[in-house]
């Protein structure tokens, strides 16, 4: 992999995204979660909080991670207002932002929890980093303020999160007299970098790589300050310092551990960081997690991290299904990560983990409706799993509707040869740096078929790279109606160089067959059993179309035959798709347990949605991996 | 059922084992595991609790149900010294009781956690009945003051115990001033009855039935002492009643909720009393019971209770395999429980259930060694889970020990027509009101033939009811070498009546074949799973015999062909099954889900083991339900 990344992200700005997938998703996002998120936040007392007024006795205290979720909500506004201005939520941001800003000490320091929620009050700061999330707060709030200042150009809160970055930067670091410490919940590093990108100051990038740097250090600065407080460093609460990748020094690291959102955020600044820097072992490092991660750990929808216990991982091909935690977080998280170790080589294999998180493991963290979000993301219910209208933790919420409103930042990549496609779905996009729109025109995630017509403000010799995904065994390309085979794709890219010129037309035709997936046999938890997949889509079994309890008796054969139907009024929209399955026999007589006898299987039509959609009906079942 | 038991059980004073299943166990429970446990016990301050020393700042601060952890090894050490006459033991039990004599408050109160722990102390006794364990530690001394009385004869403890129930009578009622209150953890209705027969106090008896015809009464108590406290009741843990089976009048109660353990002791309390007073609206609530418990939420090893969160219940068929809770102390109160509803109609049902707990779901608590105990008890491993020296909440090991020293208890009962046979073990009995001896002689549980010799001071005319196991499809009996086929069982159990004179003998021939047992098919987790048994042994694989990982890629066909071979120096000496199945290829290449394509099986030798003595040799899977 190159040390230094040769694509550029288009910018979400430059992508209008008007397809029956994503589109109605941001609109549902800017008219629905948006507003009930922030009135979760006003309700909850999270933005009070910023108003320094608690005391003890009040409801609501300020919990450590609060200043995180209304951050997290301002970066999700900020992008919904570039892509759909709205004065009223301007405003509301406005009023939000200054508040924030008069909580800031005049150090530059910023905790609700701390200033107003701790007895010993802001004596407490930077003694507890392994636990209390104090440096994710401001990671988060200087993400918010690079995106409002992008938004909107305003600099209110990106000043505030220069002087909290500037006064971190003065208490953390190698010098003498400061602490040598980082956060047991990483988020800072890659927020420091978004920092230093926008602000072009060095020191963010220098901070950046020390907290990354110093990361599992001996002496280990989590067992130092527990003494500190006195306590006994081996009573951490989660025994192991796996548990927030700090067991070892990041370079050193080769599987991955932990809480899996936490691990993503430190991998995604490994890769953040090796770019800025050219430091290629963050990378070697982050090649052999993702292998790890990837070719070990991740579920079929694209989710990670199987345990509730640490919300994290196991071990290696551990991937319960119906206790899944797979938190809507860490797929969120897997986009992040593999968007950005996409960029360094444009290879495939990264945008084809993206897409595999973004249509099933983190779309699925929101209903349809935009109210209601899942925390843990299983791959199977006995019908008691649903949608909460928020949480204590309410990290998931703000998060995936910071992901919708900048989806289309994930579609396209420049380099200095021309234009890459990783996404395909209706949209226009402005890639101004080669005077080129682009057109999509296509029904996918629901049809291969994808039609790109260009807008050129003068014919222009470019590499059109169009993204060939690992789950298509056949594809064709037309340009202007004309068969185009000349080339194969190298690591999931078809590089199409020519002259273009306004009005050429690209269609690529991904053949998209619905297909039964099972896993390597060393997941003992999916032995004999098989999952339907139809392009990017996961699907699953739901009890509204198919009243069988437990679902868990209906066996799909290898064999079977599936049709697709498009039904435009179910879901949003979805392709479904039907099926002739097998179901056993129900008829028991007799105890709980019995000798066994041979159990008759009869035919049974079944209908599979796609699995981000489920629960979103009459409660009941779910299920994705069937017996085969 | 008759509303009074027409069986008393023989105790286990009077049953000598002389097997190679229980009479080694019993004799490493008295060498290794009572040590230990006392020495846990003492390490830990939870016999110097009763000393009430402890101070703010001092370590090891007395926890809720501490008390009850020294009291059930009381009880297990009561067992073991009245069959096995022990000085040192004898002297070791004078010391600790005489500690907690003198513990006692003038009134008779006694609980180390509020004597010396709460800040408010003993103002602040009886005033969280619902979670804190006061009377269920109180049942628990109470059961070993009982116990040690009949082992040695010695008032110590039983006055001791006498006192506090004294104290607990003028506490708790329905009386001007008392509180009308009952422990959330069930325990003191089962000890108080036990206390009453002992000493003949109605008073005993009276107060086991206020607790239990309190229990569930609205206005509900837990609400109001809530309310005393300044909490909100809502704002319970566990959020439901049902959690601690208050949540109906227990005579309503049709479906067993909550934590397994609670519920175990509250039904055999209920058994206790139908008894008792003849209630036989407790006896139609046990049976109603009996049905959510054994038809729809026991395991195959008699373990119920699946889930970790509530150590207990969740709705019905729900029985997953590796995350299985099944702690031993609630297999343990599935003996209790269906060993008193046994004695009511001699019905084998409760026997079996009983049986099927002992062999498997209960004994699996503690290693061969007698030193390491299982907390939880799931039916299958990944090779992480291991018994453990000993827990916080140490509730099992006394509990394990308590049990296995007074196993013989549950073998024979007597009624007014003669004697009953419940359980098959190389043994010998005393009978004394029929003026009998009967030996066993068997390899019972690992072989099915049974050898029962009668010595009889004089020729009597009596019944012997011989067991005939639900598990056994044929069996034949001789006496005297003469084949006996008059009558069948009735509930399982053959009634012989004749005149029996001494040097009688009866050969009972249970056929007993390895089957694999399937699981009703609304139990989703088990789902084309089978499972070997044989006799009321359940059987696993482990790594150790079966070097395939993961496990679950074996597979055993329905029509598989078993064959048994006993192995004296294996585990403690076990009949081990071998069989031809089948296995999954393990050949795979590519990723970590890849397109299905039929998967080819080999054959291969498999040997399964008893679950019971499972994680005694090299950690490692463990497996006990296959794909068929």
Known sequence: MAAQRKLSPLPFTHVK??????????????????????????????????????????????????????????????????????????????????????????????????????????????????????????GHLIEAAVAHYQATGKRALLDVGCRYADYIDSVFGRGEGKLR????????????????????????????????????????????EARRRGEDPARFHFRTYAYNQSHLPVREQSVVTGHAVRA?????????????????????????????????????????????????????????????????????????????????????????????????????????????????????????????????????????????????????????????????????????????????????????????????DQPRAFTLHLRIPGWCERHTVHINRTRYADGQPVNGYLAIRREWRSGDEVVLDLEMLARLMQANPSVRQMVGRVAVQRGPVVYCLESADNPVSPLDRITLPLDMAWSVEYRPELLGGVAVLHGEARVDDISWSGGLYEPARPIRRQPIEITAVPYCVWDNRAPGEMRVWFRS
């Open 17 to 138: 995204l008007a397809d029956r997938f994503w589109a109605p998703r941001i609109e549902v996002n800017c008219a629905v979660t948006l507003p009930k998120e922030y009135a979760m936040c006003e309700a909850t007392g999270r933005i009070a909080a910023f108003d320094l007024k608690w005391q003890k006795g009040d409801p609501n205290p300020p919990h450590v991670f609060w200043d995180s979720d209304v951050a997290k909500w301002i970066e999700a506004a900020s992008y919904a207002l570039a892509t759909h201005p709205d004065p009223r939520l301007d405003e509301l941001l406005n009023g939000v932002i200054a508040r924030i800003a008069k909580a800031q000490q005049r150090d530059g320091y910023l905790n609700t929890h701390y200033i107003v929620f701790e007895r010993a009050g802001l004596d407490r700061r930077w003694t507890n980093l392994r636990d209390n999330h104090e440096l994710y707060c401001a």
């Open 181 to 224: 410490g980082y956060c047991g919940h990483e988020e800072i590093e890659l927020a420091l970098v978004k920092l230093y990108r926008v602000t072009g100051e060095e020191r963010y990038l220098k901070l950046a790589q020390y907290f990354v740097d110093e990361r599992g250090q001996q002496p280990h600065y989590f067992d130092i």
């Open 264 to 456: 993503m955020y430190l991998y995604s600044a490994m890769a953040d960081l090796a770019n800025e820097t050219g430091d290629a072992s963050l990378l070697t490092a982050c090649e052999r997690l993702w292998h790890s991660v990837v070719g070990e750990r991740m579920y079929l929808t694209g989710g990670i991290g199987p345990s509730a216990s640490n919300e994290g991982f196991t071990v290696a091909y551990d991937l319960p299904d119906e206790t899944a935690y797979a938190e809507t977080c860490a797929a969120i998280g897997v986009v992040f990560w593999n968007h950005r170790l996409l960029q360094f080589d444009g290879d495939g294999k990264y945008a084809d983990v993206m897409e595999r998180a973004l249509y099933n493991g983190t779309i699925s963290g929101v209903s349809l409706d935009g109210a209601k979000f899942f925390y843990q993301n299983p791959l199977a219910s006995r019908g008691d799993h649903h949608r909460q209208d928020w949480f204590d933790c309410a990290c998931c919420p703000p998060n995936i509707a910071r992901l919708i409103a900048s989806v289309g930042g994930y579609f396209y990549s420049t380099d200095a040869q021309g234009v890459w496609v990783h996404l395909y779905a209706s949209s226009e996009a402005d890639v101004g740096a080669l005077g080129l729109k682009i057109r999509q025109t296509t029904s996918y995630p629901w049809d291969g078929r994808v039609k790109i017509e260009m807008e050129l």
